[in-house]
Structures are given as C-alpha cells and as structure tokens.
C-alpha cells in the first residue's frame, strides 16, 4: 500500500481528498492535519467518516514526509512554500493544491502573489500538473503544483484552439463564474449566506491571481505570449464551476469541424467530455465528479467561438486531479478512485 499525508485534512479540498482517498484501494492515510483540530478524531469533527477512518487530526511538521510516500498539500498558499524543500529531501514526493509553485516565474509569482518567493531551485522543478497537457512530466515529478479551479476549466477549453491558425489569441476572454466552497472553508465575510446568497457578483476583475496561470500555460503551448482578459464571478451555490469563454475566428468555419477536432484531441483523455453540439456545459453534471464537461459554439454572425467549460472546483478544480496526479506518479490506473459519474440532482 502507498502511504499517504494529507497536510490541511480539515479545509474543503483536503476533506474531498480525504472521501475520495478513503476509496482508494492501493492507498494508506497515515497522517492528516489540522492546527484547530489537532488531538481530535477526524469522525468526531466530521461525522460523515464515521466507519471510514479511525485517524486523528495532529499537527503539521516537517516530519511528516517521513512517515508517507505522498503528501498532499490542502494549504492556503504561502502556508508550507519555505517547508516544502525539506519535505522532498527524503523519498516522500508532494502534491501541492496550493498556488506556490505554480508560476514557473519567480518574479511573476511575486508580483501577482505580493510574497517573496525564496525557493527558486525548487520552483524549477516543479511539475505544473494538468494532466491532459503534462502527463509524461507528471509521472517521474517529485513536486506536482496541482491547478487551479479556474485555470483548470479555462485551459483546457481552450488548448485544443491553441495549436490552430483558425482563432486570433489576442482576443480571449473568459468569463467564469464558481460556487462559494473555491474560496475555502476560512471565514469571510463576501462568503457568508446573506453576502452571497440570492447574489451573483464579479470580483478581482483583470487582478485575479489565476490570470498569470492561464497566461503561462497558453503562452507555452502558443509559443509566445499570450495574454487573457479573465473575469471571476461568484454564484450562490456550494460547489461546481463554469468558464464561458470568447474568442475570434480568423477563418469561417462549420461546428461539426470544431467538434471533430476537440473529440480529436481529447480522444484519450478520461476526464473531458465533449459535449454534443448543441448542448453547453452544465455544472449540475459534474459536480462531485472528476470530470470537465466542454460544450462547443460557433457565433457566425460574429465571428466568435464560444467554449463553455464545467469542473467541480473541489474535484477536476483540486482534490480530484491532485489524485490523478497521484495515480500517474505512481504507474497504477490514473481513473482509480475517480470513475464515477457526477451526483445530479
Ligand atoms: N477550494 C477550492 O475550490 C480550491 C480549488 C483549487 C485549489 N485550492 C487551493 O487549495 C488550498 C486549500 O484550499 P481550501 O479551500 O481547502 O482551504 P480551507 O478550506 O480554508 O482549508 C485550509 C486548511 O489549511 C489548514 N491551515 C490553515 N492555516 C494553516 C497554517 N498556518 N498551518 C497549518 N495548517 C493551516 C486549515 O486547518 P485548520 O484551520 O483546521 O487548522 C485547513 O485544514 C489553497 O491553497 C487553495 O487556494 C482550493
């Protein structure tokens, strides 16, 4: 059995990687953390584990990649960035649901991040871990930075354009819109139901830190820099996440070609759906899966594409793929765990 640490086990995406893991028949939790909750049995803070796990929250130290094969990381970021070179220095490798070693630019990071990033040698050889675009990197990394909720859905909604003369990528703009639990189980005030309840609201318009994300990995797969306009909105729902994304067409084309090469390009990848044209992406279907659900439009009289693209944060948004990430690092089924529908209602 792999054994596995999950360091902030009492937040919503370490929780989610708790439930999923609890299933996942090759692995052993060993060690799960919480400051708040440290000495106190996961199934007395959290009954739904009740008969799933005799473990008790402790506190995080460096030690704890001593005692795992994996560890997750389900920590606000900045949290573990300075402890995470120690961490590796042993045979532990890490998963890292946070944002610090996302940005392959130092500067970058500290820009958007407002932090001084100290751990250059270790942000080289991080492994941005989307899966679809970096599997064969993925599988020998010994630090994985798993994606974000929002660049998740709006990347690969638009790779597939990328390669392509067929868009003008100077015109991208993605309109995204995710349930309250993407920002965390912390208190908030703009997260409190009668903030956020019966609200739709736009926030960190052209500022929110997932746009240098987008930016990198588009830029990458272009081959030059590209820039996105990206704009987050929350909605008054607990989980799922939809990315509605514009972009111009340098050349009239038909739907049913559009669709051919997104079923093309993704044709081996068992988390993206393509939809059939005609239907757009529908959180309601993939909450509580692993999945992205990525409907396809041509507005002709405009000359616009429009991708419509739906993750649940928690699941493809996190905890999800951070256990794809998983299975790929260690050689076994990368769907374990994982091969389940969405729940709907
Ligand atoms: N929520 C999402 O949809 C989502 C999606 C993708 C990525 N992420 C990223 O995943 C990470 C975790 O997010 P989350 O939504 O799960 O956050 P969360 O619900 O606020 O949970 C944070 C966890 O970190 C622990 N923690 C907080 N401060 C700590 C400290 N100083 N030392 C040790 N442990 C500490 C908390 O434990 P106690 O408070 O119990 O001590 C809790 O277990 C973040 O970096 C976030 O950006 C989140």
């Known amino acids: 059995m792999v054994k596995v640490a999950i360091a902030g086990a009492s937040g919503y995406t370490g ?3 708790l439930r999923l893991l609890t299933i996942h028949p090759e692995v052993e939790i060993t060690t799960v953390t ?3 909750h440290q000495g106190q049995k996961v199934a007395d803070v959290f009954p739904s584990f009740s008969g799933f796990s005799d473990l008790q929250f402790t ?3 460096v030690s704890i990649a001593n005692e795992c094969d994996i560890l997750f990381l389900a920590l606000p970021h900045t949290t573990a960035m300075n402890q995470v070179p120690d961490f590796l220095e042993g045979s532990c490798r890490v998963v890292d ?4 070693y996302r940005l392959k630019s130092q500067e970058t990071f500290e820009q958007w991040y407002s932090f001084s990033h100290q751990q250059k040698e270790t942000l080289d050889k991080a492994v941005y871990g989307l899966p679809e675009l970096h599997r064969k990197s993925i599988r020998s990394a010994k630090l994985v930075a798993n994606p974000g909720c929002y660049p998740t859905s709006v990347i690969l909604a ?3 354009l990328v390669a392509t003369d067929w868009v003008d990528l100077e015109s991208i703009i993605a309109d995204s819109k995710s349930g309250v639990s993407g920002a965390g189980r912390k208190l908030s005030i703009n997260t409190q139901f009668a903030e956020c309840n019966e609200a739709v609201s736009a926030y960190a318009l052209g500022t929110h830190r997932h746009t240098p994300e987008i930016e990198q990995e588009i830029s990458a797969l272009a081959g030059r820099e590209i820039r996105v306009t990206f704009s987050p909105h ?4 607990t989980r799922g996440l939809l990315s509605t994304i514009y972009i111009n067409l340098t050349k009239d084309m038909e739907l049913e070609e559009l669709g051919k090469h997104y079923r093309e390009f ?3 990848e068992p988390f993206v759906r393509i939809l059939n044209l005609g239907t757009f992406a529908n959180t309601h279907y993939v909450v509580s899966s692993n999945f992205c659900d990525i409907g396809l439009q041509i507005d002709s009289r405009n000359r616009r594409i429009i991708i419509t693209s739906a993750i649940d944060n928690l699941v493809k948004g996190a905890a999800g793929q951070a256990i794809q990430n998983m299975n790929i690092m260690l050689g ?3 769907k374990t765990a994982l091969d389940s529908p969405g729940m709907f209602p």
């Open 59 to 61: 506190s995080l130290t």
């Open 97 to 100: 649901l946070s944002a610090d």
């Open 234 to 237: 929350l909605m008054p729902m």
């Open 332 to 334: 076994i089924d990368e």
């Open 15 to 17: 929780l989610e990687l």
């Open 158 to 160: 638009l790779a597939p």
């Open 34 to 36: 919480s400051e708040k």
């Open 266 to 268: 993704y044709k081996n």
